[in-house]
């Protein structure tokens, strides 16, 4: 399969990334099955990417997304991004259930942020046609998408990733599987090395952010972007490179657990590092 056949995409898992891919792909003319074991998250999702696109082409995304609870229906998909939750055997089980449905040649992307592609791979029929698409967030605005190749990526499979994230107006970064690969293992580096310097008393918070938002022009600040992300999420992503790479950097900051321990976890509850209204 080369990329001018590629049609019809499937996206498993309606929440807020899964919803923004899908938003993306209608956007660029691309017929989207949107699929979620649960009609109230496919209807959150589609509410989700109505109130974030421009009313003349609310048209377009009805024509162009069609949303499912049957696995069933990705069966026709020439491409598949799997967007479930950051939970390695949850995934698997995805892909488990698209090998019994899907034709071999259909190219099995995962949106994960951190798990190793070569695990994931142990449960995809075939593992040269599976890579990693990692969108950030939200899919819509941000302009990357990091390409994970795994042990057995073929390179055509890598061809067509990267030509799908530059015809629908993204820059591809390819990178091989590592805890992390190039954005989490950056950027956890950076919001560890922040929280530190807080807990520390170095600075207070927002002089941290300052240096980081105004002096390295950043969108925003790392412990504000910490914040955003959720800390429960941060948490979880330290944790996991911290196991894989035995680096401190990536050990979580007591700060961190605290905050994560009181069900302070950033700005979806209102309050983390910072006060939300």
């Given amino acids: 399969?080369?990329?001018?056949?590629?049609?019809?995409?499937?996206?498993?898992?309606?929440?807020?990334?899964?919803?923004?891919?899908?938003?993306?792909?209608a956007l660029h003319d691309f017929s989207v099955t949107l699929i979620d074991t649960e009609e109230k998250v496919l209807e959150r999702g589609i509410k989700k990417v109505l109130e974030h696109t421009d009313p003349e082409l609310h048209e377009k995304i009805h024509n162009n997304i069609q949303c499912s609870t049957n696995m069933e229906d990705a069966s026709g998909c020439h491409l598949i991004v799997e967007a479930v939750f950051e939970d390695e055997e949850s995934k698997k089980e995805v892909y488990?259930?698209?090998?019994?449905?899907?034709?071999?040649?259909?190219?099995?992307?995962?949106?994960?942020?951190?798990?190793?592609?070569?695990?994931?791979?142990?449960?995809?029929?075939?593992?040269?046609?599976?890579?990693?698409?990692?969108f950030m967030n939200p899919p819509k605005v941000m302009k990357l998408i990091e390409v994970i190749k795994g042990e057995k990526t073929s390179d055509e499979t890598v061809k067509i990733v990267t030509g799908l994230?530059?015809?629908?107006?993204?820059?591809?970064?390819?990178?091989?599987?590592?805890?992390?690969?190039?954005?989490?293992?950056?950027?956890?580096?950076?919001?560890?090395?922040?929280?530190?310097?807080?807990?520390?008393?170095?600075?207070?918070?927002?002089?941290?952010?300052?240096?980081?938002?105004?002096?390295?022009?950043?969108?925003?600040?790392p412990i504000t972007l910490a914040d955003f992300i959720g800390l429960d999420v941060c948490k979880n992503i330290m944790d996991y490179l911290f196991d894989k790479l035995g680096d401190e950097r990536y050990r979580s900051p007591e700060i961190l657990l605290k905050l994560v321990g009181e069900g302070k976890l950033g700005k979806k509850t209102g309050e983390g590092f910072y006060k939300y209204q």
Avoid at 116 to 131: M, Y
Avoid at 188 to 201: P, Q, Y
């Fill in 1 to 25: 399969m080369n990329l001018e056949k590629i049609k019809n995409i499937g996206v498993i898992g309606a929440g807020t990334m899964g919803s923004g891919i899908a938003q993306v792909f």
């Fill in 165 to 221: 994230a530059e015809a629908l107006d993204k820059i591809p970064a390819v990178a091989a599987d590592s805890p992390g690969f190039i954005s989490n293992r950056l950027l956890f580096a950076l919001v560890g090395e922040s929280i530190r310097l807080l807990e520390s008393g170095v600075a207070l918070k927002e002089d941290i952010d300052a240096v980081m938002h105004h002096g390295m022009s950043h969108p925003m600040g």
């Fill in 96 to 134: 488990k259930k698209l090998g019994t449905i899907c034709s071999e040649n259909t190219i099995l992307t995962t949106n994960t942020s951190s798990i190793s592609i070569n695990s994931l791979a142990e449960a995809v029929k075939n593992p040269s046609r599976f890579a990693g698409m990692h």
